[in-house]
């Protein structure tokens, strides 16, 4: 199995902190580089249980569980579904993480269309079972709601310009169709900025195409809950769009007394239930960038969670 040098690999081993025996699930196994470094801490007498959309990530993972030196098991689903079906079996991991967006592997395949950079199929599909797909959208959505993914997904400026020139356009077929439509949708000036100006938009419609900020606001609460006292939790992000609802989640998680300000002493009663393991997200370092520019955006969040022990967890 090829190796897939996975984006903070030591950063997020280091305050996940496997133990041999320990149970840990990988959301969004893709590769298998963050499961290799946690399935070597793990051991002989521990489980990795790795959960992906994309079909093509269950042929590497049955490579990696060959190799692995753990119990293995793969759920092919999307993580939201895959931790609801893990609670609904009533396991307990030890330890929860996910590295969000695309795979590199997912960009680098020129056939998937996910990257402005090759000429392809109209297609971003993580899952690709899922009939609807990235022509779907830009060839049958209304030019209104296409300038409201733009906005809301790729915070694109040039949304409204960039919608009404894909309606003008169509029916698009192509990668390179689609980019020269952004192109045309923007201001001279703001096609030679910082980055290729097809970038915001690719963002947008790959993300409202597979409903990744749904799964992730859904997948949160469920991994939480699955975790016992002791647990941790932790993701990686690329975009702010992501790291936002991490951080506001662990935020309220690790939050004490939720009274109203006015109020002068505690009445709530309310205790935190996370210990933040990372105040501020970890970034990689300027050696890291330098081998990978494309872990540049790369955030990661770990958690611990605290409190008291439930009855079926001190058994």
Known sequence: MTEHEPVLADELTSLLAAEPGQTAVDCTFGGGGHARRVAAQLGSSGTLIGIDRDPAAATRFASFAAEAPCRTLFIPANFAAGLEALGGEGIRPDMVYMDLGMSSMQVDAW???????????????????????????????????????????????YAGGIAREIARRRPLSTTSELVAAIKAGMPASARFGAGHPAKRSFQAIRIAVNGELDALNEALPLAWDLLPVGGRFGAISFHSLEDRPVKQFL??????????PELPICVCGHEPEAELLTRRAVSPGPDEVEANPRSRSAHLRVALKIGLPTPEETG
């Not at 998937?112 to 009939?131: C, E, V």
């Not at 309220?252 to 009274?259: S, T, W």
Request: aromatic share 10%; hydrophobic share 35%; with cysteine.
């Open 251 to 260: 935020a309220a998680k690790a939050r004490g007394c939720i009274c109203p």
């Open 111 to 157: 056939e998937r269309g996910f990257s402005y950079a090759y000429d392809a199929p109209l297609d971003m599909r993580m899952d690709t079972r899922q009939q609807f797909d990235a022509a779907n959208l830009v060839n049958e959505w209304p030019e209104s709601r296409i300038a409201q993914v733009l906005r809301r997904f790729g915070e694109e400026r």
